[in-house]
């Protein structure tokens, strides 16, 4: 802030911080910073380039003002259209655009700022007036006009347009705010677009927002202040968006309830311009105010602009815009403390100048943001558009588009199963799908889960095994020769200790790889059939079906091998050479002087393992017993090797395998056998159809913001 000056003192253009000043013939010298703006110095009193009648005398200045007008077209014009067009074709998209939100207090003074600085008549009352969101699109050009639109309420698809005289705007739009928002007093999100065209509009796009109010009044809805500050929320939320707050200068700006509500989401005031209006009725001390020289003071970066406009009883009087403007002009000219302040700080010009300018510095700085957040949506949409696969309506177009499915179906998960390099690359992240490596896990941990069941290896090799070996060679005394156990004892352990437990374990693996390929085929019919949810739907209800048949069998055939090792018997080899090992062991811990078997070289081999505890002992039956513990612990190891292998490849290939080579032809026999339900009836939704439309619609309208943002 430039010192400040004695109230005789004038004030120079170097105290004006980017305002203007006025020299000898009338003619404007902009002085802001921004050089990339300077066209904005010869604006007319509303904002826009001012374009004085040719005279004989001055053509140069004529020729001079149409340059200004040139320039000033091409730089904010192409902009202004283009996020105009933007804005149109983003409705109903969720993309945060450049705007000039106003806000106020209920009567604060909003309505008359607006008509002010367009220049045209605008709803008026004493109760809430503003209902619905407005914006506000002002433009110069040679001939007046007005276009007002709205989405109908009632049906999204229908665009309600009118075109207007300028004399008719107030009503209609009154009409339209009772056809959104009802003939109540409660507001609604709903937008209202309203262009005008005037010879002096500036080129501005504002959006007027209902006045805030504590309490309601008359049929207005109890929680109408919450209403309104959600909807300011919405529309003053983002960088991008300058807060238009208007203030009466008769109250303290802190304490007014849009001011503290613009500070909730604008605490620095950085986009935030104070529009101080009824300046006639202001304390002492106002100046110090709208500059904010002093700690005290609210301050905002973008700074204060007081304005005077027509008051109810000037309405009354038909006092013209023109008229009003003179007597701001006056007004401010004859104030004890306003005249002094720089011409920045007062009048409608200021304000429409200074907000041309920030609207260019908000459109030119968001502009790379907004290209890029518009591209994502379109790449996120038209991704969208992909995956729902097009709009079925024919019988050949269903069957080719089933055949796509299966095909993509039937090619993903011979991936995964294969582990194959391109479909483990695509997915990655998904590391549940990927079946090869999350099968085998399971198959692997079969063999474990067997020694669990059965009691661990350990167990036939300790001092307890013997202990039970021992107390069933007494059951069976008189029947037997006291050295010679024989096999009943050796068959009533191994049916007790051992099958009993087996079955329970591999209806476990069963059930896990079951359960597993049932996740893996869901999620990957929720990826093939995503756009079609009756023919997802039926689809994994053929799958779960064929699942369960082939689990149940798979069952079925594990208990048939399972029941196999019931009967005690081996053609295996390795049980021989595994049981002289076990003795050889035994022999030479009972009596190291022998060594007839050294096994000392390999001290970790898990076969010899907790055999230490085991004594041969003198006697005959002792010994016989240690014979029978070490044999059942051979055999018990052959028995868990042959099912380790056998039930892991029977459950591989009939819950893996088949499902693999046999999942397309079965999906696609199964929707043929439905009942009297087409194939196209599973996919022509017409849901499906709607939202597919709508979506078609969004990436249109995605491809033209984007393309009317690449012309910037």
């Known amino acids: 802030m430039g010192k400040r000056l004695s109230p005789t003192q004038p004030k120079s ?196 927002l209902p006045g805030m109010v504590r309490n309601p009044i008359g049929d207005q809805p109890a929680d109408i202040e919450k209403q309104i500050k959600e909807l300011i929320t919405k529309h003053i939320t983002g960088d991008s968006k300058v807060i238009l707050c208007t203030l009466p200068a008769s109250v303290d700006f802190a304490t007014q309830e849009a001011i503290r509500t613009s500070r909730e989401h604008d605490p620095s005031g950085k986009r935030t311009v104070g529009v101080v209006t009824k300046p006639d009725r202001a304390d002492p001390g106002i100046r110090d105010r709208l500059e904010a020289t002093g700690a005290e003071y609210l301050r905002l970066d973008m700074g204060y602009v007081a304005v005077r406009c027509r008051t109810p009883e000037e309405l009354l009087q038909g006092i013209s815009a023109q008229e009003s403007r003179e007597r701001e002009q006056k007004f401010f000219r004859e104030h004890p403390e306003l005249k002094h302040i720089g011409e920045e700080y007062k009048g409608i010009p200021a304000l429409s100048r200074k907000l041309v300018q920030i609207q260019d510095q908000c459109i030119q700085s968001h502009l790379p943001t907004l290209q890029k957040e518009v591209n994502l949506k379109l790449q996120a949409a038209q991704e969208r558009m992909r995956r729902m696969q097009g709009v079925i309506s024919t019988d050949a177009e269903a069957e080719k588009c089933l055949s796509g499915m299966l095909e993509k ?71 037997t020769l006291p050295n010679f156990v024989g096999d009943r004892v050796f068959n009533g352990i191994f049916a007790e200790a051992i099958y009993s437990n087996l079955k329970p374990s591999a209806k476990d693996l069963v059930h896990n790889v079951h359960k597993y390929m049932e996740e893996v085929l869901w999620k990957l019919i929720e990826d093939v059939a995503e756009a079609f949810p009756r023919l997802k739907a039926a689809m994994k209800a053929l799958v779960q079906e064929e699942l369960e048949a082939l689990a149940c069998l798979a069952t079925t055939n594990a208990m048939y091998i399972v029941k196999g090792e019931k009967h005690v018997f081996t053609n295996n080899g390795s049980y021989m050479t595994l049981l002289d090992k076990m003795k050889a062991h035994v022999r030479q811990e009972d009596n190291p002087k022998d060594g007839s078997s050294d096994t000392s070289s390999n001290p970790k081999d898990e076969d010899l393992e907790n055999l230490d505890v085991l004594k041969v002992g003198e006697s005959n039956n002792e010994q016989a017993l240690v014979d029978l513990q070490l044999s059942l612990a051979a055999y018990t190891q052959v028995v868990v090797k042959n099912l380790g292998d056998s039930i892991p490849k ?55 913001a984007h393309a009317a943002l690449r012309k910037l």
């Not at 669990?452 to 307890?464: C, I, N, P, S, Y």
């Not at 395998?657 to 087409?678: A, Y």
């Open 409 to 479: 179906l039937h090619r993903r998960l011979v991936g995964l199963v294969s582990a194959s390099p391109e479909v483990f690359a695509g997915d990655h992240k998904a590391r549940d799908l990927h079946v090869a490596p999350r099968v085998n896990e399971m198959l692997e941990k079969y063999t474990d889960q067997l020694w669990h069941a059965v009691g661990g290896r350990e167990f036939f090799k300790t001092q307890a095994c013997h202990d039970m070996l021992k107390e069933h060679s007494v059951e069976v005394r008189g029947v």
């Open 13 to 208: 253009a170097s105290h004006m911080h980017g305002g203007t000043a006025m020299n000898h013939d009338g003619a404007n010298k902009h002085v802001s910073e921004n050089k990339s703006l300077q066209h904005c110095a010869s604006l007319n009193g509303n904002g826009a380039p001012h374009l004085e009648r040719a005279r004989p005398s001055d053509s140069g200045k004529a020729a001079s003002a149409n340059n200004m007008q040139t320039a000033f077209d091409a730089n904010i014009r192409p902009k202004l259209d283009a996020i105009d067009k933007v804005r149109h074709h983003l409705n109903g998209v969720d993309i945060e655009l450049p705007a000039i939100v106003v806000v106020g207090d209920q009567s604060s003074g909003k309505s008359s700022v607006l008509e002010s600085i367009s220049g045209i008549a605008l709803p008026r009352g004493g109760n809430l007036v503003t209902r619905c969101p407005l914006q506000l699109a002002l433009r110069r050009g040679p001939t007046e006009a007005a276009l007002l639109s709205y989405t109908d309420p009632n049906d999204s698809n229908i665009q309600v347009s009118r075109n207007l005289a300028l004399e008719d705007i107030p009503a209609a739009v009154e009409k339209a705010t009772d056809h959104l928002a009802g003939t109540n007093s409660g507001v609604v999100p709903a937008l209202i677009n309203l262009r005008v065209t005037t010879r002096d509009a500036p080129d501005l796009t504002l959006i007027d």
């Open 650 to 704: 029977l459950v591989y290939a009939q819950l893996v395998g088949k499902v693999t080579k046999s999942l397309t032809s079965m999906i696609r026999d199964g929707l043929c056998t439905v009942g009297d339900t087409r194939l196209i009836d599973y996919m022509h939704d017409p849901q499906r159809v709607a939202a597919y439309r709508q979506l078609q619609e969004v990436v249109e309208n995605l491809k033209k």
